[in-house]
């Protein structure tokens, strides 16, 4: 028999004393779990989730959890039970979602890192919005068991969590404390963690989606990025994916349906009182 919380990937010691920050829809034993919704007020975890019980016995110290727009359907950070969070670099500005109150916080210096959730750009919206890193890992990599929404149905398909830092050796550091197979999560696998050959990686990048306005600072990055991957010995191909254009018809359709799926059965609870 093999629990939950096995197949731990790093030491004791590796984030022994780091004050990490947990987003608000994660399970962390004692803490709100509101998922920033009156319909969840109150809601105290039990248990911590599987991530939170690996980030522990990795040593870290868990400061809290932080903000999110209402049950995550967001790109910004505001809601009715604890009002809006702000970028910290400019109060008059979002710092994204839904992770936004975890990038804010991560940014602000109240933490060294954490844990978001990600299905639409809820990690890399806010880690770009405040100038920090976040990774939206491959799912199954690490197991979302004890996020709401849970890793059944739509979400399955688009849902992660993931590490926010920083830097990027902060987000690895995390992430390899977290990730590993566990048995609530029905993506999730048991795969090693490894070092990647650069001669095995190929990466398509580009400058403008033909949605959204793209920044010259915006644009000088992702050249210098491409550069540097170059640089580092990855085959690297500036090129623009095909079919792009109907993507975020797409998206928004499969996202409202993930949102009827978890939230239709708390509507119909609240009409039945």
């Known amino acids: 028999h093999r629990d939950l919380h096995s197949f731990p990937t790093r030491r004791s010691s590796d984030l022994a004393g780091v004050p990490l920050t947990i987003k608000s829809s994660l399970d962390v034993a004692g803490l709100p779990a509101e998922c920033g919704s009156r319909l969840r007020a109150g809601n105290i975890a039990n248990a911590d989730a599987t991530l939170v019980a690996r980030l522990r016995a990795a040593g870290a110290l868990i400061l809290g ?12 950070t505001d809601n ?21 109150g975890e990038s804010a916080a991560i940014a602000a210096g109240l933490s060294a890192g954490g844990i978001g959730s990600d299905g639409g750009g809820s990690i890399r919206v806010p880690a770009h919005f405040t100038g920090i890193c976040g990774l939206k890992p491959t799912p199954g990599r690490i197991p979302c068991t004890g996020h709401f929404p849970g890793s059944v149905g739509p979400f399955v398909q688009l849902g992660v969590v993931g590490p926010m830092a920083r830097t990027v050796a902060d987000v690895r550091l995390i992430f390899e404390a977290c990730a590993g197979l566990d048995w ?8 090693p963690i490894r070092k990647p050959d650069t001669a095995e990686i190929r990466v398509a990048w580009f400058d403008d989606n033909g949605i959204a306005p793209v920044t010259p600072e915006t644009r000088t ?11 580092a010995g990855i085959e690297v191909e500036q090129r623009f994916p095909s079919g792009l254009d109907g ?3 797409l998206f928004i359709l499969f996202f ?14 609240l009409g039945e009182r």
Do not use: K
């Open 247 to 249: 993507f975020f018809d």
């Open 80 to 100: 009715a039970l604890y009002g809006r969070t702000n970028s910290p670099w400019d109060l008059s500005r979002t710092p994204g979602g839904s992770s936004g």
């Open 256 to 269: 409202v349906q993930c949102g009827i799926v978890f939230l239709q059965p708390l509507v119909d609870e």
């Open 65 to 76: 959890v932080t903000n999110v727009p209402e049950f995550l359907m967001a790109w910004e």
């Open 184 to 191: 609530g999560d029905v993506r999730s696998v048991d795969l």
């Open 221 to 231: 990055t992702v050249h210098a990025a491409a550069g540097a991957l170059a640089a």
